[in-house]
T-cell receptor, first 113, second 116 residues
């Protein structure tokens, strides 16, 4: 059974800092990995999707990497801003006809002005 | 304005009552999903539907029921058999089930259900 772990559960950093959020998964047989953002009391917004054959994806100040063999992904946020404060969730999609997304518990990020 | 809508935003239920949460999408997506989120927890899949008139149980389907009579609608009923229904419920949709590079899941704003 796939398990996705995100540690730490919460992180507080000063504005302007570059930071890395980590995600690990136990089964490397994945189709893709996604990073989502969730603001308090809201739905999820997809940030980046990395196919299993890819190593990284970039969007603006965000860069996500994938090391499938070691079961790890990182989300790099450059020059953090208070508006980046949110919960960031990692999810992996398994292989097979009935595969589904398995989510981590998320990392709640607070960027202090 | 395309997207996924969920209603109501807040819902209160007395013990023993069934309640239905609405989810509508105008993205012309085939696949739709219902998740449950508890504080400090990841999302858990309740039910999913790959195509109209078809749906499958997810990881925590007990005490819930769904229907998919129209492509754009996927309502979730929380029955009295669900022992701990207080949670945040999220509906999502995607183009299809297979997970092509563009096939991300789009989420609605959620419904917070509280049992009184």
């Amino acid at each position: 059974k796939q398990e996705v772990t995100q540690i730490p559960a919460a992180l507080s950093v000063p504005e302007g800092e570059n930071l890395v959020l980590n995600c690990s998964f136990t089964d490397s047989a994945i189709y893709n990995l996604q990073w989502f953002r969730q603001d308090p009391g809201k739905g999820l917004t997809s940030l980046l999707l990395i196919q299993s054959s890819q190593r990284e994806q970039t969007s603006g100040r965000l860069n996500a990497s994938l090391d499938k063999s070691s079961g790890r992904s990182t989300l790099y946020i450059a020059a953090s801003q208070p508006g980046d404060s949110a919960t960031y969730l990692c999810a992996v999609k398994g292989l097979g006809a009935n595969s589904k997304l398995t989510f981590g518990k998320g990392i709640t990020l607070s960027v202090r002005p | 304005d395309g997207g996924i809508t969920q209603s109501p935003k807040y819902l209160f239920r007395k013990e023993g009552q069934n309640v239905t949460l609405s989810c509508e999408q105008n993205l012309n997506h085939d696949a739709m999903y219902w998740y449950r989120q508890d504080p400090g927890q990841g999302l858990r899949l309740i039910y999913y539907s790959q195509i109209v008139n078809d749906f499958q149980k997810g990881d925590i389907a007990e005490g819930y029921s769904v229907s998919r009579e129209k492509k754009e609608s996927f309502p979730l009923t929380v029955t009295s058999a669900q022992k701990n229904p207080t949670a945040f419920y999220l509906c999502a949709s995607s183009i299809g089930w297979t997970g092509a590079s563009t096939d991300t899941q789009y989420f609605g704003p959620g419904t917070r259900l509280t049992v009184l």
